[in-house]
């Protein structure tokens, strides 16, 4: 019978599993980050595409409010206001942004498909009465944009304008001007004094040469019981919608006419540049007053800037966000765009200006 004697030097030593299992956990350790990193991409791409797609529609919407700012108005009309009384940029809530205080953009305008109306000049007063019907386009009860390019008592200047909250249109009694559609029908509507911020008793202190359905847009950011901020828009910016009585809208005055136009959005910032300063680009936080009759004053250009970003907790390889109002743990990735505008009161102002055109 033969005894079989084991080698000293069969299987692998204490060294060689040793680099086995640390080559092995290297391996491992590729494997799990590229897993993780596909994953975190699986989970952070969509929402960019979401953070850049709500970005793109808010800066639509702010640059094309921004772009008929002034149109189917008088042209030297204040029709950018200041964001708040004090000219501080910050919301009625007072949220601050990551790059600051963020603004309120507020403007009046039109959106070019609803015209003017003449006004049949017949004596100041709580209602007015228009050349023609009003088209369908004017929303009312609503604000209607009045004004007269003639100085006359109550307008030293002239150009002077008021928004009225005004009833629903009809039928004028009054039949001292021919209508333009060849019937002699007028339009008419009444602003009864005390329905809301806007209606001084006994109408306008001016006659009015002709109306226009404008709208009062404001934009401003709010944040959600969740943390996110949003994006928010009125065409009523600054209106007291009345509740009860005559032209009254409960419904409409509930909500302000206010609604999220994007998700995402935490910062917008506003700036201005009249005529005056566009030699030397100067750029101003405040719209500068418009003075009728001083081209330079006419706001030339509006530059736009919001910043978004994600609304998904916890994405990988983000910086936690500064704003003190984010849940614990939230997380974001952000982004920024900006454009410059040139409203519609400079395209049709300026060159008209005489003897020569100043806008080039």
Known sequence: MTNRRISPEAGFSLAELTIALLITTIISGAIYAMMASGQGAMRREPELSDRQQNARMAM?????????????????????????????SVNDQGVQGPNGKTDRMWLYGNDGNCPSLEVCHGGQGASLTTR??????????????????????G???PTCSAI???????????????????????????????????????????????????????YEIRYDTEGVPNLW??????IDVPTSGQCS????????GWGIVARGIEDLQVQYMSQGDFASQTWTNVPPNVVAGNYDTII??????????????KLAGETTATNTSMPSGRTAVRGRLQTIVTPRQALTVLRGASPTPLYF
């Not at 001007?177 to 806007?198: I, K, V």
């Not at 809208?249 to 302000?256: K, R």
């Open 60 to 88: 639509d919407l702010l640059s094309k409010d921004a772009l008929n700012a002034g149109n189917a108005v008088p042209g030297f009309m204040q029709i950018f206001q200041p964001s708040f009384p004090d000219g501080q």
């Open 164 to 218: 009225l909250w005004g009833c629903e249109p009809g039928n004028g009694a009054n039949q001292s001007c021919n209508g333009g559609n060849g019937n002699g029908a007028n339009g008419h509507t009444n602003f009864p004094p005390g329905q809301s911020n806007l209606n001084p008793p006994g109408g306008p202190p001016f006659i009015p040469d002709g109306v226009s359905a404008v709208g009062s847009m404001m």
């Open 249 to 256: 809208n409960p419904d409409l005055a509930n909500s302000g």
């Open 155 to 157: 307008c030293p200047t």
């Open 233 to 238: 828009r009125t065409n009523l910016g600054g």
């Open 300 to 313: 030339r250009q509006v530059k736009i800037s919001i910043s978004a970003r994600t609304n998904l907790t």
């Open 132 to 153: 023609t019907l009003f088209p369908s386009c004017y929303s009312m009860p609503g604000p209607l944009l009045v004004w007269t390019t003639t100085a006359q008592n």
